[in-house]
């Protein structure tokens, strides 16, 4: 049987969601609590690579087992062989040749931007804290040029290869909740750092430094120095997948 | 002038909020930051005692200075100074005479209780979790027994030696909000670790252990031997101080 799995992380202690030997990875420590409650899993797969530091609340894992798994039960003891900083949400039976990752048809980012001069001593590891005063209006009136099929070269890191930069995004939204700036954004891909410098860009005018019509241009320009900064990885999280 | 400043802290990394020799308290780190920023802050003295590992949102020191602090940069100065696990939310000039401690005429604390076989990997240092199911609405029922002028010595630590232990309790409320069970409790005082021992107690409530209206013979009982167990204080916040 193919198993999906869900879990959610703090990215914090982690260097990324990929196997790389010697580094505590979130696909390593996956791979070896599955294997020890079952014992021949084999294609263990995991629906995206993630940058060190980036959280999720919802990623998965998809796995092949000759065995019948109670998947009831399945959670409580992967999560009792798992760090506490990974916990097993959910998990179901997948269709045959189900691919966490070539399976997926979009994945949905958020990031948290808190506009405060003063952390919160509670959350401070999951957000990105901005002081100067942000106008969410402004912010989320740029995102909507985000939205439809672009080159979204302007929003790739400098030192990424990829040739084909075009990628759909079918939503994109800002909104505050107190001090709290949500950028929410849906796509059938994303280029390398590209929602940290989508953010990185809003702010730029969410401070009124462009105008939220300037980001056509930015996109149009297809070159990484027209956008804004690359934000900080602890603001973001993948909070959905979509099958 | 006399000052009070309004924190809030992350309780995981500290022996309490008293000052004690050799130990990180909450008190000791705020005496270091203060006495760097306002080196004649004298007469500091803050709102409560809390346990180790308990948390507070709102927590209130006073102190007196000859200076003129601009208050407004103030709580900035500090939260330089400060551990990331203690920031100051605001400050503002007292009345004469104001004592953190005395002049509080009631205090609330929230505890967060986690009902849930599985752990959330983002939060989890900020609640009791508790996978047997409960009823909320039995919960509040019982609650409401707390409300009023009683004797409390059945909800009070075994080691304590406190005499009078009538305490008056403002109100009392259990709300369910997805898979969080939360207590509110407003009281004009507590006993050493009474509201930990009013969680334990609701918890029997809310699995059916006790019916609501026990509650009322386990306060008449006087003995901490008929109330529930202590539960653990990660999940205890002091929430609101009246004064």
């Given amino acids: 049987m193919t198993v999906k799995v869900k879990v959610a992380f703090d990215g914090t202690d982690f260097c990324g969601s990929q196997v790389q030997p010697d580094r505590r990875t979130v696909f390593g420590e ?65 269709e045959e040749g ?52 672009h080159d979204f070269r302007s929003f790739m890191a400098r030192w990424s290869k990829i040739i084909d930069c075009h990628r759909t995004v079918y939503s994109a939204q800002v909104t505050r909740q107190d001090d709290m700036i949500i950028f929410k954004v849906c796509a059938d891909g994303y280029l390398y750092n590209m929602v940290r410098i989508m953010v990185g860009t809003l702010i730029w005018a969410g401070t009124g430094r462009i105008r939220p019509q300037q980001v056509e241009e930015i996109i149009n320009a297809c070159h990484r120095s027209k956008a804004g900064p690359t934000v900080p990885p602890e603001g973001l999280f993948l909070t959905d997948v979509l099958y």
């Fill in 30 to 94: 996956f791979q070896k609590a599955l294997q020890t409650v079952v014992s021949d899993a084999d294609n263990i797969k995991a629906c995206s690579r993630l940058d060190s530091g980036v959280h999720a609340k919802c990623f998965w894992f998809s796995f092949d087992t000759e065995k019948q798994l109670d998947l009831h039960k399945f959670p409580l003891s992967l999560n009792a062989n798992l760090p506490h900083d990974i916990r097993v949400i959910e998990s179901c039976k997948a």
């Fill in 98 to 149: 189900f691919h966490a990752r070539y399976s997926a048809k979009g994945k949905e980012y958020t990031y948290y931007i808190k506009n405060n001069h003063i952390d919160d001593p509670f959350t401070s590891k999951y957000y990105y804290r901005c002081p100067q005063k942000l106008d969410a209006d402004a912010m989320n009136e740029a995102a909507q040029y985000f939205v439809g099929t």
